[in-house]
């Protein structure tokens, strides 16, 4: 019996494709709940400042509340081009699986090819459905991959401006001491 050739692509064992992907959406969930608590810091020590506006509201000159603006707007900007950047990996990752997938049904046609032969057609059926049912699960692997990417992508800016913002205020207030100060 002839030995099978395998796709390099196919060739990555499932326990490492999924590990990769369990480790980028941990990553991207520590810089989640980094940002979220920077953000609770950001929104009380901000809020604190503009409560003082009530009585002085030449405090709204305050250049912490035209930053507040310009930031968010910086941030968003940046998130949407990486996003916009990033996006092209998962329709990557879906060329991909198409393209494996017409190989494996181009095998399949070829393997048919001759004189009518039932073994030979269970065998070219049973090797199609085994092939596809490997690149579907690595093509849903590296898209769900890709697609936690995207996400810390997305996030990234946010995470930075936000502990940024935290971090500053911080040390704005008297008597306190920061570890990044």
């Known amino acids: 019996m002839a030995q099978r050739k395998t796709n390099p692509a196919l060739s990555r064992p499932g326990l490492s494709r999924n590990v ?51 930031e968010k707007v910086t941030a968003a900007t940046q998130a949407g081009l990486a996003v916009a950047g990033g996006t092209r990996a998962i329709g990557d990752a879906w060329l991909e699986w198409a393209s494996h997938q017409m190989v494996a049904a181009e095998q399949f046609l070829l393997a048919l090819w001759g004189i009518p032969d039932p073994l030979r057609v269970g065998r070219a059926t049973g090797d199609l459905a085994e092939t596809s049912l490997n690149i579907a699960e690595i093509a849903c692997a590296q898209m769900v991959l890709e697609a936690t990417r995207l ?4 996030l990234a800016p946010y995470h930075k401006a936000t502990n940024a913002n935290a971090r500053r205020l911080l040390r704005q207030i008297p008597g306190h001491f920061s570890k990044s100060a």
């Open 151 to 154: 996400a810390g992508l997305g």
């Open 20 to 70: 990769e992907v369990a480790a980028e959406m941990a990553a991207t969930a520590i810089v989640l709940g980094e940002t979220l608590w920077a953000a609770q810091q950001t929104i009380a020590l901000r809020l604190a400042r503009l409560a003082g506006t009530t009585f002085d509201p030449a405090v709204l000159r305050d250049p912490e509340f035209v930053r507040m603006v310009s």
